[in-house]
């Protein structure tokens, strides 16, 4: 399991330039980067953006490239220019020995070219740094992710506590029920006098809505459902490496057997352990948008 929140940094120095790349990364449905990079070095981006996708599947990224320094920067000397503007001062002057003053040349515009050194030949070096930070980053996700793994494993398994105490109070709940409108038939039964034909009649209609209301309060179905996908869940967190979407799906499916449960029985400490299942499945489903 991996988280989608990490950091990794690294830096190093070339002709008196210190550079430092620096990746961050949240949560995010789908995977996005953003690139930082200054002008001269945008050149790298479509490199790290490929290395990113191949190491990253998930989660929103942030990568800044800086720099402490001046940056080299190559002078040359425009000859051609140079001769081209002293020929027009004679033209202009009509004087062929004419005399130009030092600080005028240097002053001139275009005569001296200053071009920033290309990095492209480093480029080796960039992408070592660069997959540098990006494992760092990587291993922080993924030790956030086994620290999440191990909680959610304790999250579930509670789940399946809480799940197995529903089961034994909802078996005792409906053993009470039953025996409850058994011995209410037989001590009715028993009376020989009650027993006249409008009587029956309305001891039927009673006993209709006794048995519609201890079929509508079952949850067995839902015990069963949630006894099938908490160990599924399990399974998936203690093996998968892409969990989180899945995941969410059995989540909503939990909290839907959960809702139907609490809404379907009368009894309080069954309906005090279902908020409790709720609670738990809220954090999971949380915890779920962080993981990829």
């Known amino acids: 399991m991996e988280s989608m929140t990490g950091y990794g940094a690294s830096s190093f120095q070339m002709d008196g330039v210190k550079f430092f790349f620096a990746i961050r990364s949240i949560n995010s449905r789908y995977f996005e980067v953003t690139l930082n990079f200054p002008p001269e070095f945008r050149w790298f981006e479509a490199r790290a953006e490929s290395l990113t996708r191949k190491k990253i599947k998930r989660g929103k990224l942030d990568v800044l490239l800086e720099y402490e320094g001046d940056l080299p920067a190559e002078s040359k000397f425009n000859e051609p220019l140079l001769n081209s503007f002293i020929d027009t001062f004679r033209k202009f002057y009509h004087k062929k020995n004419i005399q130009i003053p030092m600080d005028v040349l240097v002053h001139l515009p275009g005569i001296f070219q200053v071009n920033p050194k290309s990095w492209r030949d480093a480029g080796s070096r960039f992408e070592f740094y660069f997959a540098r930070a990006l494992l760092k980053m990587e ?26 105490k529903i089961r034994i109070l909802h078996d ?49 179905e839902e015990i069963e459902r949630l006894a099938i996908h908490l160990p599924e869940m399990l399974n998936i967190v203690e093996k998968e490496e ?51």
């Open 139 to 164: 291993r922080q996700r993924k030790k956030e992710g086994r620290a999440i793994q191990s909680w959610m494993k304790q999250r579930i398994r509670y789940l399946l506590r809480l799940n197995q």
């Open 172 to 220: 005792r709940h409906q053993k009470k029920s039953e025996k409850q409108a058994r011995e209410k038939l037989y001590s009715i039964i028993s009376d020989k006098k009650s027993l006249s034909t409008g009587f029956l009649r309305k001891l039927w209609i009673e006993s209709r809505d006794e048995i519609l209301e201890l079929y509508q309060s079952d949850i067995t």
């Open 242 to 292: 892409e969990v989180g979407k899945k995941l969410e799906f059995y989540l909503q499916e939990v909290l839907r057997e959960v809702n139907t449960l609490t809404s379907k029985t009368h009894a309080a400490e069954i309906n005090r352990l279902g908020i409790a299942m709720k609670v738990e499945i809220e954090k999971l489903r949380e915890q779920s948008r962080n993981i990829v």
